[in-house]
Structures are given as structure tokens and as C-alpha cells.
């Protein structure tokens, strides 16, 4: 049932203020879809509840800390809503748009007085709850309405926006923007980074009218939201690539005309940080770079040199100096080079054609010098294509052997967990598997519908949807993301048929909030996202 906006504010604003001054009532109550379940993500923490309170001014608001992420507060001084997110008490509007004025009924007759009736029994002095819902868990009310069709709504918040759950979907749990003015080619497949302020930096090719290459920095929110489109324009470049550090955006690039490498910092709404600073100088470009952050927050690039040798170098973002280069660590001929950071050190994955077999891996400290010599990484004649600790004690990595694209998951010593599973035939595109933050970890391919899949922390598969991102027969997968810690994700797919390309906000779900009437006295709303979200369960009267 849909009810407008306006009706919508008004019950929101009465209920809340219902909750604020009764609370919840005994009419009113808290379960999940198992009620008995010891699970903690099906009971709402005493610490998080009640989720809705009242304060006087601004400055009696308490502070907002991870235990009150979620909270709503009622400001009586101004007649607005705080919530707690982000570690920050944000405002929070309910107020829709008014509609617009109806017309003057006639006036009816005046009827005869009636007797006075008795007194009835008093209703429930709350008909709104709210709580901090985890995934998977729900939220019921109950009343004493007796109607098999109550005027029930749900709300959830989310980046200090209150909107009605039905909106989830697609404002949040899937949605796609198409990345125009891009040159994609081998030089440029665009990519997607996490900023460290929880917005996304999407890096794509420019070439207006121009013969020389340059690059293009777009930033969104991590709903897909245009925050500011050419925050930053990187002229004259060939090859370019970026990964978010603790002052913003480091990115690495060649000048167009040299193979020599520079690296620049910039803010994460566009301004330069650091000045471009030269890297390396090589006899010959190398358009495939691996990018990660290690423990001490240096950056290490991968990379193959001149000669066909694995090669390294650590940079700091922070102090735009060169921590060490390495232009042969260890000897290959393909350009696929990845890293793994663990603590204090970093794994240098390589493929090496000479040996059989022949994938590789070293073992470098954070400052560059040898830590554990090459040997066999334990995965065959297969091409490393990505690798990425995907949790404190898990390491995953994607080959490819004939155009099949297959993921092993290790432990930290590359002792196997899982075997090589084969995920994708014919296909060649791939990136680094990607840690969701929430135990979970993803993999992404082309075909000719480009598809991602899930595994938990054991390797096992989760979901799987052949059609998650836009793609097509010509497409090419370019770069995914994480979106925060609790299970979303970005991915760009460029169709090199029709010169475009799209980047898509998903969550390896179908990614709703139901809201249900489940009998005469009951609704509830389910969380079926994948993060947990603030939600106003409440019952027009």
C-alpha cells in the first residue's frame, strides 16, 4: 500500500514524538525471525536502544560514538532530528514536499446533538519502534488495531538521510551510472578507488579533441550520487593508475612521449597534495600495475621492467619521497605482476616462463629489502591475474590457465584452504579478489553478460548472478571496489564495441528492505541488505 509523502511526514513526525515521550510501549515490541536465536545480530544491543530520545538543545545531544551509531535524536529547541553517523550527529529531514492545496468542500447540515457515549478502554500510547537492524533480522510491531490492512510504514536511515524502505533498492542496493567522454583503450580501462572519506573516485580516460591522452578524476558518493565530476584532469598521459591513501588519492602515471613514472597526491575533492614526483625510469612503458597498501601505510607498485624482470617500488604518500625500487626482483616475462601486503612485509607474485612451473612468489620487508627467496607459489602453470588478503588470515588469488579463470584461498603460509576452483571459461579479463569487509570476499569476470561471485571466508560459493553489472558481448571487466566494511561493492564494465562504459553500486544480493503485515496485529520490516541500517517501524492511526 502507498501512502503520500505528506501523510508520511505527519505520522513520522507524531509517532517519533510518540516514541520520544513513552517509548516503546507494552503494546509495541522487538523480534527477529527467530525469536530464540542466540545469534547477537537478532537482538537489539541495550546499548543501541532506545534508538529515538529527546534533548533540549543541540548541545545536550551525547556525542556520537560507534555504540550509538544509528541513534535519532529529537531537538526540542529547533524541532528537528539529529541521527548518530559516521561518528558525527547529522541532521536528519523528514519533511516532504507539500502537496498542493485541495478545494472547499460545501458546507453540510448542522445535525442534532447526540448523547453523550461512554468512555472507551485507552489505545497504546506507542505505535512507532525503531532499532539498529543487522542483516537477515527483523523489526515487528504490534498492535491492537485489529485490521488486516493497517496503514503501516517503514523508514530506514543512511547517510543522514531518512527515506522510505522501498527506496533502498535503487537508490542504494543496485545502481548503475554511465561514465561518458572516456577513451578506453589499453592504456586507460577506468577504475573505481574507496576514499578514505567513504566517497569513490572513478579514474577514466579523457580525449577531448586532442591528440594527446589525459586522464580524468569523477567523484561519487558510495551510493552513485555525482559529488563533482573532473575533480581533477591529469593532461598528456599514457597509462594511469590510483589507490586511496590517508590524505586522498595517490595516482601513478607516464607522461605521454616517455616511459619515465611519476606519483601525485591528491585530496580526495580534487586538490593537489603532493607535486607530481618522478619514480622510475624504465627503457620501456609497462601498462599493468598492482597497486596495494602495506602496513605502515606506504604504497607498493608492481610492475614489469625492462627485461622481463618482476620489479617493485615503495613509495610514501604522505611524505612524497621514494622508499625503495627494485627493477629485478625476481625474473619474469609477463607483465602480470601482484602483491600481497601482510604485516610488516609484502608477498611479489610473478610468472615465470622459463620454469615449469611457473608461477612464483617472494617475500619482501615493508622497507624493500629480501625477507624469503622465490619459490613455487603452488599454483601450476597458471597466470597470476590478482591476489588480495581477503581477511587477517586468508589470502586469495585469481589465475588463468587457457582463458579459464580459476581462485585458490590459502592461508597466510599458502598452505591451501580451498583448491583451485574454475569460476569462468573463456574468459581473460579479471581483477584482484576484493574483501567485503563483512567476512566475505568476491570475484568478478566477463562475459557476455559480465557476472561477480561470492565466497565466505572458507571459499565456499554464496551467490552467484549472471547478470549483476551492465556488460555485453564485447565488454571488457575493468576494476572493483569495496563500498565500506559491511558488504557492498562498485565495479566498472566497459563495452569496447560502443566506446562507453558504466559503473555499477551492488551488493552481492537482491538488496531490499520488505516491509510486511504479517496478521490483524503485526507488521514488521526484514532487512535483506547486506549492512546494518536504522529502521522506523510505525502504524498510521
Given at each position: 500500500?502507498?501512502?503520500?509523502?505528506?501523510?508520511?511526514?505527519?505520522a513520522?513526525?507524531?509517532?517519533?514524538?510518540?516514541?520520544?515521550?513513552?517509548?516503546?510501549?507494552?503494546h509495541?515490541?522487538?523480534?527477529?525471525?527467530?525469536?530464540?536465536?542466540?545469534?547477537?545480530?537478532?537482538?537489539?544491543?541495550?546499548?543501541?536502544t532506545?534508538?529515538?530520545?529527546?534533548?533540549?538543545?543541540?548541545?545536550?545531544?551525547?556525542?556520537?560514538?560507534?555504540?550509538?551509531?544509528?541513534?535519532?535524536?529529537?531537538v526540542?529547541?529547533?524541532?528537528?532530528?539529529?541521527?548518530?553517523?559516521?561518528?558525527?550527529?547529522?541532521?536528519?529531514?523528514?519533511?516532504?514536499?507539500?502537496?498542493?492545496?485541495?478545494?472547499?468542500?460545501?458546507?453540510?447540515?448542522?445535525?442534532?446533538?447526540?448523547?453523550?457515549?461512554?468512555?472507551?478502554?485507552?489505545?497504546?500510547?506507542d505505535?512507532?519502534?525503531?532499532?539498529?537492524?543487522?542483516?537477515?533480522a527483523?523489526?515487528?510491531?504490534?498492535?491492537?488495531?485489529?485490521?488486516?490492512?493497517?496503514?503501516?510504514?517503514?523508514?530506514?536511515?543512511?547517510?543522514?538521510?531518512?527515506?522510505?524502505?522501498?527506496?533502498?533498492?535503487?537508490?542504494?542496493?543496485?545502481?548503475?551510472?554511465?561514465?561518458?567522454?572516456?577513451?578506453?583503450?589499453?592504456?586507460?580501462?577506468?577504475?573505481v578507488v574507496?576514499?578514505?572519506?567513504?566517497?569513490?573516485?572513478?579514474?577514466?580516460?579523457?580525449?577531448?579533441?586532442?591528440?594527446?591522452?589525459?586522464?580524468?578524476?569523477?567523484?561519487?558518493?558510495?551510493?552513485?550520487?555525482?559529488?563533482?565530476?573532473?575533480?581533477?584532469?591529469?593532461?598528456?598521459?599514457?597509462?594511469?593508475?590510483?589507490?586511496?591513501?590517508?590524505?586522498?588519492?595517490?595516482?601513478?602515471?607516464?607522461?605521454?612521449?616517455?616511459?619515465?613514472?611519476?606519483?601525485?597526491?591528491i585530496?580526495?575533492?580534487?586538490?593537489?597534495?603532493?607535486?607530481?614526483?618522478i619514480?622510475?625510469?624504465?627503457p620501456?612503458?609497462?601498462?599493468?600495475?598492482?597497486?596495494?597498501?602495506?602496513?605502515?601505510?606506504?604504497?607498493?607498485?608492481?610492475?614489469?621492467?625492462?627485461?622481463?624482470?618482476?620489479?617493485?617500488?615503495?613509495?610514501?604518500?604522505?611524505?612524497?619521497?621514494?622508499?625503495?625500487?627494485n627493477?629485478?626482483?625476481?625474473?619474469?616475462?609477463?607483465?602480470?605482476?601482484?602483491?600481497?601486503?601482510?604485516?610488516?612485509?609484502?608477498?611479489?607474485?610473478?610468472?615465470?616462463?622459463?620454469?615449469?612451473?611457473?608461477?612464483?612468489?617472494?617475500?619482501?620487508?615493508?622497507?624493500?629489502?629480501?625477507?624469503?627467496?622465490?619459490?613455487?607459489?603452488?599454483?601450476?602453470?597458471?597466470?597470476?591475474?590478482?591476489?588480495?588478503?581477503?581477511?587477517?588470515?586468508?589470502?586469495?588469488?585469481?589465475?588463468?590457465?587457457?582463458?579459464?579463470?580459476?581462485?585458490?584461498?590459502?592461508?597466510?603460509?599458502?598452505?591451501?584452504?580451498?583448491?583451485?576452483t574454475k569460476?569462468?571459461?573463456?574468459?581473460?579479463?579479471?581483477?584482484?579478489?576484493?574483501?567485503?569487509?563483512?567476512?566475505?570476499w568476491?570475484?568478478?569476470?566477463?562475459?557476455?553478460?559480465?557476472?561477480?561471485?561470492?565466497?565466505?571466508?572458507?571459499?565456499?560459493?554464496?551467490?552467484?548472478?549472471?547478470?549483476?553489472?551492465?556488460?555485453?558481448?564485447?565488454?571488457?571487466?575493468?576494476?572493483?571496489?569495496?563500498?565500506?566494511?559491511?558488504?557492498?561493492?562498485?565495479?566498472?564494465?566497459?563495452?569496447?564495441?560502443?566506446?562507453?562504459?558504466?559503473?555499477?553500486?551492488l551488493?552481492?544480493?537482491a538488496?531490499r528492505?520488505?516491509?510486511?503485515?504479517?496478521?490483524?496485529?503485526?507488521?514488521?520490516?526484514?532487512n535483506?541488505?547486506?549492512?546494518?541500517?536504522?529502521?522506523?517501524?510505525?502504524?498510521?492511526?
Amino acid at each position: 500500500m502507498k501512502y503520500p509523502i505528506n501523510s508520511i511526514r505527519a505520522a513520522t513526525s507524531q509517532l517519533l514524538m510518540a516514541s520520544i515521550l513513552f517509548s516503546c510501549s507494552a503494546h509495541s515490541k522487538t523480534t527477529c525471525s527467530n525469536p530464540d536465536a542466540a545469534d547477537a545480530a537478532c537482538k537489539l544491543d541495550a546499548r543501541r536502544t532506545p534508538v529515538f530520545s529527546g534533548a533540549s538543545a543541540e548541545a545536550d545531544i551525547p556525542q556520537c560514538t560507534a555504540e550509538r551509531e544509528g541513534n535519532v535524536y529529537y531537538v526540542k529547541a529547533t524541532g528537528g532530528f539529529k541521527v548518530c553517523s559516521e561518528g558525527v550527529n547529522k541532521d536528519v529531514s523528514v519533511v516532504g514536499a507539500q502537496g498542493p492545496q485541495g478545494p472547499q468542500g460545501p458546507a453540510g447540515e448542522a445535525g442534532t446533538a447526540g448523547s453523550n457515549g461512554t468512555d472507551g478502554t485507552n489505545g497504546p500510547a506507542d505505535l512507532s519502534i525503531a532499532g539498529v537492524i543487522a542483516p537477515g533480522a527483523s523489526l515487528s510491531l504490534t498492535h491492537n488495531l485489529n485490521s488486516m490492512t493497517p496503514a503501516a510504514f517503514a523508514l530506514f536511515a543512511r547517510n543522514g538521510r531518512l527515506r522510505s524502505v522501498s527506496q533502498y533498492k535503487n537508490d542504494v542496493g543496485r545502481k548503475a551510472i554511465v561514465v561518458s567522454g572516456a577513451d578506453w583503450d589499453g592504456y586507460y580501462r577506468p577504475q573505481v578507488v574507496s576514499l578514505s572519506n567513504g566517497n569513490v573516485a572513478v579514474l577514466r580516460g579523457d580525449w577531448p579533441e586532442q591528440a594527446t591522452h589525459s586522464a580524468a578524476v569523477d567523484i561519487y558518493s558510495d551510493e552513485g550520487e555525482i559529488v563533482k565530476l573532473n575533480a581533477k584532469v591529469l593532461p598528456a598521459l599514457n597509462t594511469v593508475r590510483g589507490i586511496a591513501v590517508s590524505n586522498g588519492l595517490l595516482v601513478i602515471y607516464e607522461p605521454s612521449g616517455t616511459t619515465d613514472e611519476y606519483f601525485t597526491v591528491i585530496s580526495n575533492d580534487g586538490v593537489t597534495v603532493i607535486a607530481p614526483t618522478i619514480f622510475a625510469t624504465s627503457p620501456g612503458n609497462n601498462r599493468i600495475k598492482d597497486l596495494k597498501k602495506l602496513s605502515n601505510g606506504h604504497v607498493v607498485v608492481a610492475e614489469q621492467a625492462g627485461g622481463n624482470a618482476a620489479a617493485f617500488h615503495i613509495l610514501d604518500p604522505i611524505n612524497g619521497m621514494v622508499v625503495a625500487s627494485n627493477n629485478s626482483a625476481a625474473t619474469s616475462s609477463d607483465a602480470r605482476t601482484n602483491t600481497v601486503p601482510l604485516d610488516g612485509k609484502f608477498m611479489l607474485f610473478f610468472t615465470d616462463v622459463a620454469l615449469v612451473p611457473n608461477t612464483r612468489v617472494a617475500i619482501f620487508n615493508n622497507d624493500g629489502t629480501p625477507n624469503t627467496a622465490a619459490a613455487s607459489a603452488g599454483l601450476g602453470n597458471e597466470t597470476i591475474l590478482g591476489s588480495e588478503r581477503i581477511a587477517s588470515d586468508r589470502i586469495a588469488v585469481v589465475t588463468s590457465s587457457f582463458n579459464n579463470l580459476s581462485s585458490t584461498l590459502f592461508d597466510l603460509n599458502l598452505n591451501v584452504i580451498r583448491a583451485t576452483t574454475k569460476y569462468s571459461p573463456l574468459s581473460a579479463d579479471s581483477a584482484s579478489p576484493i574483501s567485503l569487509g563483512n567476512g566475505n570476499w568476491t570475484v568478478c569476470s566477463t562475459r557476455s553478460e559480465g557476472y561477480c561471485i561470492s565466497f565466505d571466508r572458507e571459499g565456499n560459493e554464496i551467490f552467484r548472478n549472471g547478470d549483476l553489472f551492465a556488460s555485453s558481448a564485447s565488454a571488457d571487466f575493468s576494476a572493483v571496489a569495496a563500498l565500506g566494511n559491511q558488504g557492498r561493492f562498485a565495479v566498472v564494465s566497459h563495452d569496447d564495441g560502443n566506446d562507453t562504459g558504466v559503473v555499477n553500486f551492488l551488493q552481492p544480493s537482491a538488496g531490499r528492505l520488505d516491509l510486511e503485515v504479517l496478521d490483524a496485529n503485526t507488521v514488521r520490516v526484514v532487512n535483506r541488505t547486506v549492512e546494518s541500517l536504522s529502521i522506523v517501524l510505525g502504524i498510521n492511526q
